[in-house]
């Protein structure tokens, strides 16, 4: 054992100088989450119908035509439904977690890859099949008709 003090200086770099080359090395995954905030609704019930306040933000953070989501509601749901001033509302009284687990499981299929995990995703006809295609890693299948 020398007993010497690991020198502050390291190939002339300082320690901070040191860390940010370290970081700077990481492969991108780690240092940028690859999850998505998959969003929660906010409705309330309201003359037989269900009213999802918060259907902008939904919208913005699924990332996906507002009419294919609101479509895929209206199919699970076994209902009809419209979009008036920003706002979602279905025939019929639902209870939020069962919108919010619907939310999660559009943005299950036809949101995240299920490759990568990443919600950069891509929805196309072709052939008349709807694909989800990656934009991040390059994966694509098809996905069900909505
Ligand atoms: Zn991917």
Known sequence: MSGNAPSPKVL????????ERALKSLPEEI??????????????QEAGRTIITNWKDI??????????????????????????????????????TRINKLLELFAKEYVICDV????HTILYKEKGQLIKKCEACGAWRVVERI
């Not at 509601?73 to 920003?86: A, P, Y």
């Not at 990568?116 to 919600?119: K, Y």
């Open 12 to 19: 002339g770099m300082s320690y901070d100088e040191m860390l």
């Open 31 to 44: 240092r940028t989450p690859s999850g998505m905030e998959i969003p929660k609704a906010e409705i309330f």
């Open 59 to 96: 919208i913005t953070k699924l990332n996906r035509d507002e009419r294919i989501i609101l479509r895929y509601l209206e199919h699970r749901l076994g209902t009809v439904g419209w979009i008036i001033k920003g706002r979602a509302v279905l025939q019929g009284l639902y209870k939020r």
């Open 116 to 119: 990568c995990g990443r919600p």
